[in-house]
């Protein structure tokens, strides 16, 4: 507010008169956010309400726009872009929706223009990663003989604060010669109980290499591990005879080599038995016989007499536990050399 003071003179005559001037400030307005500061996770949006005031009279259309530092990772949009302002309606509000598609800290910043006036609101947005879970394998690699099984924990944890059930399957490739099951097919994650567990049991019937994909859903998410199964065949062994067929004499003993091998892998005592068509005897010798990582085949003697002439079959059964494998071996027996005495 300010005085001023007119005086007209003259000689001795002085008279003044005064005028008070008031100065007022410029139509103008002002741009403000509500909160300055959003924290939200990756694909939810956060939102900044945005007020235009008008200051000192000011009427008029204030358009509004946003940039954002650094230019990428965030996504913005206001509604509406523009307020309008009048003698009756002096403030109005925009609301900023920005949604994050990266982790980390952007700042935004929202113009309100109009004519030769720009005033601007800064809002800072940090944006963490969404909820999430994942799910792995220990051990990711088995190496089990068919029949027996393999296990393998599938452990799945929570990441960013995530909570819910997770649903868990399992599909195998191929899909003929293993057979899984999970030892639980839900687990329940907590603010408490972060991680939990569940047991891939696996069991071939046939050898050859199968993947197993292990997978975790909740909701729109789902996350996979896999675990590879490598099936070899059971430990065995093979019984053979050498020769196959023996032709002796009536009274004579004939001989066949008994053969047992070792195969994948197979350690422990072969128990031999034979059982032959009556009119023949044999025996085995030795009557058992012990394969080792060092030792993985060996051989017993069959020894058979018969006292009549014919064909005869002799099979050599091998046993050791629940296996148990077989070799024939055919005896022909001729009439033994003989001559005669006639009288004329």
Do not use: E, K, W
């Amino acid at each position: 507010s300010f005085t001023v003071t007119v005086m007209g003179a003259s000689g001795t005559l002085s008279h003044s008169a005064g005028v008070a001037y008031t100065v007022t400030g410029a139509p103008n307005f002002t741009v403000a956010a509500s909160p300055t500061t959003v924290s939200v996770a990756v694909g939810s949006p956060g939102t900044s309400t945005i007020t235009v005031a008008a200051t000192n009279g000011f009427t008029g259309t204030v358009a509004l726009s946003d940039s954002i530092s650094p230019s990428t990772g965030l996504t913005c949009t206001l509604s509406p872009t523009s307020v309008s302002l009048t003698s009756a309606v002096t403030t109005g509000t925009s609301t900023l929706s920005c949604t994050g598609s990266a982790a980390g800290s952007f700042t935004v910043t929202v113009t309100g223009a109009s004519g030769s006036l720009s005033h601007s609101a800064a809002v800072t947005y940090t944006v963490t990663a969404a909820a999430d879970f994942s799910v792995a394998a220990s051990p990711t690699t088995l190496t089990v003989v068919v029949g027996t099984a393999g296990a393998s924990t599938i452990t799945v944890a929570a990441l960013n604060g995530f909570t819910g059930t997770v649903t868990l399957s399992d599909t195998v490739s191929p899909s003929t010669g293993l057979t899984c099951t999970l030892s639980a097919t839900t687990v329940t994650l907590t603010s408490s109980t972060t991680s939990a567990t569940s047991v891939l049991s696996c069991t071939g019937s046939a050898s050859g290499s199968f993947t197993v994909t292990v997978t975790g859903a909740s909701g729109t998410l789902s996350h996979s591990a896999t675990v590879t199964y490598t099936v070899s065949p059971a430990p065995n062994f093979t019984v053979t005879a050498s020769p196959t067929s023996v032709t002796v004499a009536v009274g004579s003993s004939g001989t066949s080599t008994i053969t047992v091998v070792a195969t994948n892998g197979f350690t422990g005592t072969v128990a031999l038995s034979q059982t032959a068509s009556t009119g023949l005897t044999c025996t085995l010798t030795p009557t058992s016989i012990t394969l080792s990582t060092t030792t993985t085949s060996a051989t017993s003697t069959l020894s058979c007499t018969g006292s009549a002439a014919g064909s005869f079959t002799v099979t050599v059964t091998g046993a050791s536990g629940s296996l148990s494998h077989s070799a024939t071996v055919t005896f022909t027996l001729t009439a033994a050399p003989d001559f005669a005495i006639a009288a004329r």
